[in-house]
């Protein structure tokens, strides 16, 4: 059964720095796009952050482009998200997602062709 683990959320004050991890198990890592969600209370899940196998194809959310970085290491079978300036907006629950697509296309940004997720981790911004 594949499993996906997100760490590294918590309380964070505005203007801070958060990096998520997820760590992926019985799958092919590297036959997999990987993708990072999040959902705010009330809220349908947004995506963030799609990075393909090799890295080549990257995307990113506009609410999120120039603040966080999406990055994976294939021999470690985790992606990561670092996230800077963060904003109470950016307050949810944070998702990692694997889509068993090596490359990204133009669907990348629908959590429905993501067939893998994390149970998720919060993240809390204060202001």
């Known amino acids: 059964q594949v499993q996906l683990v997100e760490s590294g959320g918590g309380v964070v004050q505005a203007g801070g720095s958060l990096r998520l991890s997820c760590a992926a198990s019985r799958l092919t890592f590297s036959d997999h796009t990987m993708g990072w969600f999040r959902q705010a209370p009330g809220k349908e899940r947004e995506f963030l952050a799609a990075?393909?196998?090799?890295?080549?194809?990257?995307y990113y959310a506009d609410s999120v482009k120039g603040r966080f970085t999406i990055s994976r290491d294939n021999a470690e079978n985790t992606v990561f998200l670092l996230m800077n300036s963060l904003k109470p907006e950016d307050t949810a629950v944070y998702y990692c997602a694997a889509a068993n697509r090596r490359y990204a296309s133009g669907w990348y940004h629908e959590a429905s062709r993501y067939d893998f997720w994390g149970q998720g981790t919060q993240v809390t911004v204060s202001s």
């Open positions: 990075r393909s196998w090799n890295g080549i194809s990257t």
